[in-house]
């Protein structure tokens, strides 16, 4: 079967860095996706990894390992307003989109 | 600007009671999903359109169907919801070409099943 597996919370320090964690097993693979979702919204796309290595995108920084079928998404310099839940979500061999149930992050002040 | 509208935001209905949701995009997408999403969980895939071709996952239950008469619109049908059917009903887009295929969400159809 098919399974993406991200921590259920996490809790971090306004200003900190955090790193969630994703790890998948997939058949095939066409990239990773986190979004970020907001406590009854919708979610909304953060970054997509195809190739190994850290993709940076301003405080958010994304890093993939295809042999290790491993993904974080790094979040710096933390803000109240980054207090969400991070889906991680890979693209199968059939371009179907595997969901993980997202990590619920709390950022304390 | 361009963006993926879900009517309605709320609904309230009595268990047996059709829903109907309605989702448009004005971002001219080929691809149109309807996701249920329900606390703390992954959003689970029920149905999605390539252009016209439907596609039904397959445990989808058949209390679900779909419509969508062009481009723009899609609709998703409860036809007799039950207790288990309350959740988040997330209307999403995607342009359907190879690569990076980003999907747009609609802020979602919060449903409530008394």
Known sequence: G???DQ??????????????????????????????????????FLSYNVLDGLEEKGRFSSF????KGYSYLLLKEL?????ASYL????????QLIWGAGTKLIIKP | DAMVIQNPRYQVTQFGKPVTLSCSQTLNH??????????SQAPKLLFHYYDKDFNN????????QSRRPNT??????????????AAMYLCATSSGQAGANVLTFGAGSRLTVL
């Open chain 1, 79 to 83: 803000q109240m307003k980054d207090s």
């Open chain 2, 72 to 85: 723009s619109f899609c609709f998703l049908d409860i036809r007799s919801p039950g207790l288990g059917d």
């Open chain 2, 57 to 64: 996952e397959a445990d989808t239950p058949d209390n679900f």
């Open chain 1, 7 to 44: 921590p259920t919370e996490m809790t971090a320090t306004e200003g900190a860095i955090v790193q969630i964690n994703c790890t998948y097993q997939t058949s095939g693979f066409n990239g990773l996706f986190w979004y970020q979702q907001h406590a009854g919204e919708a979610p909304t």
């Open chain 1, 64 to 67: 993939l390992s295809r042999s």
């Open chain 1, 2 to 4: 098919q399974n993406i």
């Open chain 2, 30 to 39: 080929n691809v149109m999903y309807w996701y249920q999403q329900k606390s």
């Open chain 1, 88 to 95: 991680c979500a890979v693209l199968d061999s059939n371009y």
